[in-house]
């Protein structure tokens, strides 16, 4: 990969160069395939809040001083559909399927998930994702770790909803729904230049210059800096071989008896 032409703050190295330069490329492919899908969720939300008249229209009548009246009815249809969600609260729930599962451990994983879900006010974050959804096609939550204390090193899984779902960009080539097939992903967040500093005192802000910019809005504006979370996977080969009792092991750890047959 060629090395970029546009700066990077000072103290940066040449593999975050690397890995910023490939981010910023993945970026613009993402965003290229998203974007018609992107500019129509801004309008949709545009719509339902209000902003009905379209603008040459709403110019012309503006100039006659005549008058141009809104009557929105899609709010209480929006609150139709959260009020199911909230009404039929979608649940967890594991269940033992063969390969030596057992009901007991499937019950066990239950409540753990159940015990996150009510630290994680889990009906909040579906309803706004769903929600999110049904205004503008774009919605969805994350599953993320998180310290349990100020003073621990133990960790919590937390659910949380996703602030901005039309700054998330997914691998192009992932079909699946759950985009669990997607090889790299962007999640966006906008803060406060106070919030950003507060958090990340020692970072400095910076721009994608060539980057496109999603809406009307840049990396960072007078007011707001867009933080990215960039996550890749990165494929592994190894060979796996199966033993007589049935057992698979990674051959390059395995040092017992030779494999029935190995993939």
Known sequence: MAKPDYKY???????EIDILAEAKERWDIGFRHEEENINEAYDDLKFIAGEQWPPEIKTERAGDKRPMLTVNMLPKFMKQITGDMRLNKPAIKVRAAGNGAQKEIADIFTGLIRNLEAISDATTVYTRGGESAARCGLGGWAIETRYNDDDSFDQDIRLSYVTDPLDMIFDPDAKELSREDA????RGRRYSYEAFKTRWPDAAISSWDQARALGSCDWYTSEEVRVVWYWVKKPVTKTLGQLANGDV?????HTG???VKTR
């Open 9 to 15: 703050p000072k103290g940066v190295g040449t593999d």
């Open 183 to 186: 090889m790299w992903a962007f």
């Open 249 to 253: 092991v990674d051959m390059s750890t």
């Open 257 to 259: 008896e030779p494999p």
